[in-house]
């Protein structure tokens, strides 16, 4: 398998546009998790998702920011409009679930710059 | 209060040094004890994990758990510049059922190794 597959890897956009970052997680995995790494914060889960259900989404900064998973290869956190305080690393990572599911498998992130 | 407290640093050492990383917690619930490496413009991945209390020995690498002081440790004996990366620590509640894997990370420590 290749990992968990982030696209894309840099976004530079202005402040105000649409922001998509995507994600596919290891074939198998049932539980998907959206993170953002900033230098000030470290790493904070947005939200996580188990067999295509939200979970949990309390992580979510502000409206602005949604995240859905149509199905168990796809994901997508979508920011609108976007802020230069979003400006940050954003990782997927997906885990197996059942007892194994102690390892998080993150994809190579998505480095968004909003200027 | 974050539920996980660790020193950002930066932690800089001669190769060869022993390095000492902690990290501290406040909720009793978590039964699993993780470190992530990460090195630059990667994703983290998974180094070692200890369930409960104890100490658990990979090579170079130990880790400790003293759950009566919520607090967890990961040593690098004759450390080397391929060491360099940022280290976080993760905890777990539990494995399998309505976890989903869901992970709480603390901050990082970024350690440089130097020749």
């Known amino acids: 398998d290749a990992g968990v597959i982030q696209s894309p890897r840099h976004e530079v956009t202005e402040m105000g546009q649409e922001v998509t970052l995507r994600c596919k997680p290891i074939?198998?995995?049932?539980?998907l998790f959206w993170y953002r790494q900033t230098m000030m914060r470290g790493l904070e889960l947005l939200i996580y998702?188990?067999?295509?259900?939200?979970?949990?989404d309390s992580g979510m900064p502000e409206d602005r920011f949604s995240a859905k998973m149509p199905n168990a290869s796809f994901s997508t956190l979508k920011i609108q409009p976007s802020e230069p305080r979003d400006s940050a690393v954003y990782f997927c990572?997906?885990?197996?679930?059942?007892?194994?599911?102690?390892?998080?498998?993150f994809g190579q992130g998505t480095r968004l710059t909003v200027v | 209060q974050k539920e996980v407290e660790q020193d950002p640093g930066p932690l800089s050492v001669p190769e060869g040094a022993i390095v000492s990383l902690n990290c501290t917690y406040s909720?009793?619930?978590?039964?699993?004890f993780m470190w992530y490496r990460q090195y630059s413009r990667k994703g983290p991945e998974l180094l070692m994990y200890t369930y409960s209390s104890g100490n658990k020995e990979d090579g170079r690498f130990t880790a400790q758990v003293d759950k009566s002081s919520k607090y967890i440790s990961l040593f690098i004996r004759d450390s080397q510049p391929s060491d360099s990366a940022t280290y976080l620590c993760a905890m777990l509640e539990h494995a399998g059922g309505t976890s989903y894997g869901k992970l709480t990370f603390g901050q990082g420590t970024i350690l440089t190794v130097h020749p």
């Open positions: 998702f188990n067999n295509n259900v939200p979970i949990d």
């Open positions: 990572a997906s885990t197996s679930g059942g007892r194994l599911n102690t390892e998080a498998f």
């Open positions: 909720n009793s619930a978590f039964q699993y």
């Open positions: 074939s198998g995995h049932n539980s």
